[in-house]
């Protein structure tokens, strides 16, 4: 299949360390973030979402962290396994729209 | 259940030729939304579809590109006069009316016109 990503930076962990994705963002209207993990030859994959009036979201093994000042979003992963490994992109959908502006993306490879 | 399904995977299309990719969202999702990715980037959106009426249609690149979905589930995008810069992945999304947000892709489908 195609591969994704192929200019991408790069963040490489070991097996079980914790990673941390970062993303800035472009719209300061905008009112939902998302961050989705995408693997070659497939269609990006739902991580979690958080709201313009959130902070902070967990969810299984993974937290999104939205900082509004700074226009900016992470995405951390405890305990990295090698099925992480992918292409990760953050997505903002501007207030009163479903359209998602996708980031760049960032190629995660998991070190065993 | 059932993801979003889109036909064919693979399309190789001459310079010049139509070409009609197809998607198949979720049973029961209202919204559909159509995405072009470029190797190496980011989703860009293309248009966005509520049941069967188009709301957005905002990032078509050239009135080349035409989408429908005339029953409100299945829909299709169609390239005219294909170029060379068509060449992409060809990403489709459905979300339902519960959280329109969360949109789950398709596979997608990878054009390359030659």
């Known amino acids: 299949g195609e591969s994704v990503g192929l200019h991408l930076p790069t963040l490489s962990v070991q097996e079980g360390d914790n990673s941390i994705i970062n993303c800035a963002y472009s719209n300061s209207a905008s009112d939902y973030f998302i961050w989705y993990k995408q693997e070659s030859g497939k269609g990006p994959q739902f991580i979690i979402d958080i709201r313009s009036n959130m902070d902070k979201r967990q969810g299984q093994r993974v937290t999104v962290l939205l900082n509004k000042t700074v226009k900016h979003l992470s995405l951390q992963i405890a305990a990295t396994q090698p099925g992480d490994s992918a292409v990760y992109f953050c997505a903002e959908a501007p207030y009163g729209t479903y359209k998602y502006i996708f980031g760049t993306g960032t190629r995660l490879k998991v070190l065993a | 259940g059932a993801g979003v399904s889109q036909s064919p995977r693979y399309k190789v299309a001459k310079r010049g030729q139509d070409v009609a990719l197809r998607c198949d969202p979720i049973s029961g999702h209202v919204s559909l939304f159509w995405y072009q990715q470029a190797l190496g980037q980011g989703p860009e959106f293309l248009t966005y579809?509520?049941?069967?009426?188009?709301?957005?249609k905002s990032g078509l690149p050239s009135d080349r590109f035409f989408a429908e979905r005339p029953e409100g589930s299945v829909s299709t995008l169609k390239i005219q006069r294909t170029q060379q810069e068509d060449s992409a992945v060809y990403l489709c999304?459905?979300?339902?009316?519960?959280?329109?947000?969360?949109?789950?892709f398709g596979p997608g489908t990878r054009l390359t016109v030659t």
């Open positions: 579809f509520q049941n069967e009426a188009q709301l957005d």
């Open positions: 999304a459905s979300s339902s009316t519960g959280n329109p947000y969360e949109q789950y």
